[in-house]
T-cell receptor, first 118, second 109 residues
């Protein structure tokens, strides 16, 4: 089945550091990947849709200069949290879909990245 | 606006059956997904419904009624490992996925 790999799984760093998270589709090509954020005991919040070869589409309220997304190939999207602060601490999850938006293919999720900013 | 409603939390007994309901109001409909999410982990896909009726997959079944904007996930022969959150998500007319807040299912021995 479709496998999505996300790395790193856990990051602890100082305030002001920039953190890069990678999301890879291992056995399929993904023209579109999704980045979510999840706070404890809350649902998934879509941050942005990453499109291969073009700019990401950000959801309302998400700062694009703060959360840089690059989707340079059909199997890799990266999210960089720039100058991270404690309020950016959260569980970040990526997903990818094997097929177009009109199909019945589900999104497959990476294992998530737990980000803790001290 | 668009919204998905699910109960916040449910409790059931090991070996029993539980039904988790999901009602939705979205701008159009292009399919409904159920995901399972264990604490601290990413969601995993369980089922997909786009036509009315019941889809069965082993111990799990999912039902859809488009006219009522309603779906349920039925879990049979509950096991302790089924303790998790269950997320309902609807794909709207723009093919965007709208997520429910999830139902936390607690299984007791």
């Amino acid at each position: 089945g479709a496998v999505v790999s996300q790395h790193p799984s856990w990051v602890i760093c100082k305030s002001g550091t920039s953190v890069k998270i990678e999301c890879r589709s291992l056995d399929f090509q993904a023209t579109t990947m999704f980045w979510y954020r999840q706070f404890p005991k809350q649902s998934l919040m879509l941050m942005a849709t990453s499109n291969e070869g073009s700019k990401a589409t950000y959801e309302q309220g998400v700062e694009k200069d703060k959360f840089l997304i690059n989707h340079a190939s059909l199997t890799l999207s990266t999210l960089t949290v720039t100058s991270a602060h404690p309020e950016d601490s959260s569980f970040y999850i990526c997903s990818a879909r094997d097929g177009g938006e009109r199909g019945n293919q589900p999104q497959h999720f990476g294992d998530g990245t737990r980000l803790s900013i001290l | 606006g668009q919204n998905i409603d699910q109960p916040t939390e449910m409790t059931a007994t090991e070996g029993a059956i539980v039904q988790i309901n999901c009602t939705y109001q979205t701008s159009g409909f292009n399919g409904l997904f159920w995901y399972q999410q264990h604490a601290g982990e990413a969601p995993t896909f369980l089922s997909y419904n786009v036509l009315d009726g019941l889809e069965e997959k082993g111990r799990f079944s999912s039902f859809l009624s488009r006219s009522k904007g309603y779906s349920y996930l039925l879990l049979k022969e509950l096991q302790m490992k089924d303790s998790a959150s269950y997320l309902c998500a609807v794909k709207n007319s723009n093919y965007q996925l709208i997520w429910g807040a999830g139902t936390k299912l607690i299984i007791k021995p």
